[in-house]
């Protein structure tokens, strides 16, 4: 039988005590295993990787201990263990998140979790680009010095750094970006990446960060006079930028910052670039106005592009081939741009050029209630160079489909006439 037992320093339930006393072998990381009541002559092996260990090692004729930090089913190995083919019995201890909330003084249900193991730095920086209130599960090479690296100074942001949570070194430190990334850190296994003035945050329903808006697209009126997109485009335009949590999006030249705020309520991190300083001071407004956090650089993106965070989605409100080109030379995984008529074959061949599947459209919209004049075309071209497009559509054979039994007395219903 194989178990998984997490520790945070307090003692052992019942039954996680019995299963630990009665195990053949035990495998857990350094420092879980002291203290505990352990037999005489059980094999012990204190390793980092609980999951290597298991090689070899059979589960079914021995009992089998894996001791490790907090709940292993979140963020942990259960999922690891059963994708294996394993089927592990569970005994948690208190979540290493909700040990750092605490530590902090901070109410955590409206927190947004993630992690930067793994090669995920760059998204779980996003988020906290994006996000009041975050925790950030640690890693080697994406620990508080890199997070700070990252944030600092664009991101003004307070850190509570936790480290060796509930064992004999458990240390809690409060610290600025800027000094996170100078100072040792021993073993941190959290960071809380926290806007003071938004840390405590609202009374909800739900747990993790705000729902998304329920339009994909505010109303036309809802960013003042002045140039910007019609809800109809821009609502076409955000479901090709598909964006959301972890991802980057710039906003480049949309006139209002219309499109970077409307990502910025879908939980993305946003920057608006723009050459014109009125235009920039209109977009600040705006952004005070819906009250999200959009990063603001004047200039052309084409001198501005490599200073700027790696994009995962672009949208371009003035989308020439050279600005394309640029762009689309940092690989962010979508492209959107609005265009002039003579330029949307130039702009095609870029994407094309640079490993986009690049398609365009014409969208004209005409107001019925009150009526209107059909309002002017415009022309959107888009591209797509993830992954996951080219498996958006589902396999027709990948999974029957399912047929709802009829409820009790529901097949005696004679069917309606038409």
């Known amino acids: 039988m194989l178990t998984v037992v997490g520790r945070d320093g307090s003692p052992l ?108 730095l760059r998204q779980a920086v996003n988020a906290c680009r994006a996000h009041p209130k975050v925790a950030v599960l640690t890693g080697p090479g994406a620990g508080p010095a890199e997070l700070a690296r990252a944030l600092f100074p664009v991101t003004p942001r307070s850190f509570v750094v936790c480290e060796n949570l509930g064992g004999p070194g458990e240390r809690v430190v409060y610290v600025r970006p800027a000094e996170a990334t100078t100072r040792p850190w021993n073993n941190p296994d959290v960071v809380l990446v926290l806007d003071n003035r938004r840390a405590l945050g609202e009374a909800g329903w739900s747990s993790g960060p705000p729902r998304a808006p329920a339009g994909w697209a505010l109303p036309e009126d809802a960013f003042g006079d002045g140039p910007g997109l019609r809800p109809d485009v821009r609502a076409f335009v955000l479901a090709k930028l598909g964006p959301g949590i972890g991802d980057m999006v710039w906003d480049v030249e949309s006139g209002d910052g219309s499109v970077g705020i409307e990502c910025a309520r879908f939980g993305a991190a946003v920057v608006a670039v723009d050459r014109d300083y009125a235009t920039c001071e209109r977009v600040r407004e705006n952004v005070r106005l819906y009250g ?71 969208l004209q919209a005409t107001r019925l209630n009150p009526p209107e004049p059909p309002g002017d075309p415009v022309i959107v071209v888009w591209g797509s160079r993830d992954a996951r497009s080219a498996a958006a559509r589902p396999s027709r054979t990948h999974r029957p489909i399912e047929t709802i039994p009829a409820l009790p007395g529901e097949a005696d219903i004679p069917p309606r006439k038409a």
């Not at 072998?25 to 390793?47: F, I």
């Not at 569970?90 to 993630?114: C, I, K, N, S, Y």
């Not at 689309?328 to 490993?355: C, S, T, Y």
């Open 13 to 120: 339930s019942q039954a996680a005590q019995a299963a630990v006393e009665s195990a053949d072998l035990v495998v857990g990381e350094p420092g879980l295993l002291d203290g505990l009541p352990l037999p005489p002559d059980v094999r012990r092996v204190a390793t980092t990787d609980v999951i290597e260990a298991l090689q070899g090692v059979d589960v079914v004729e021995q009992d089998v201990v894996l001791v490790v930090d907090g709940d292993p089913g979140y963020f942990g190995v259960v999922r690891e263990l059963l994708e294996q083919g394993h089927a592990p019995e569970a005994f948690p201890a208190t979540p290493q998140v909700a040990r750092a909330f605490a530590q902090a003084g901070l109410p955590w249900e409206d927190a947004l979790v993630v992690s930067a193991r793994d090669g995920h």
């Open 292 to 362: 999200v956090k959009v990063a603001l650089a004047a200039g052309d993106v084409r001198s501005t592009a490599e200073h700027l965070p790696r994009p995962d989605a672009v949208f371009l409100g003035q989308g020439g081939a050279e600005k394309v080109r640029v762009c689309a030379a940092l690989k962010p995984a979508r492209m959107v741009a609005v265009v002039a008529p003579g330029d949307v074959q130039a702009v095609l061949d870029v994407l094309n050029e640079r490993g986009y599947l690049p398609d365009a459209v014409r």
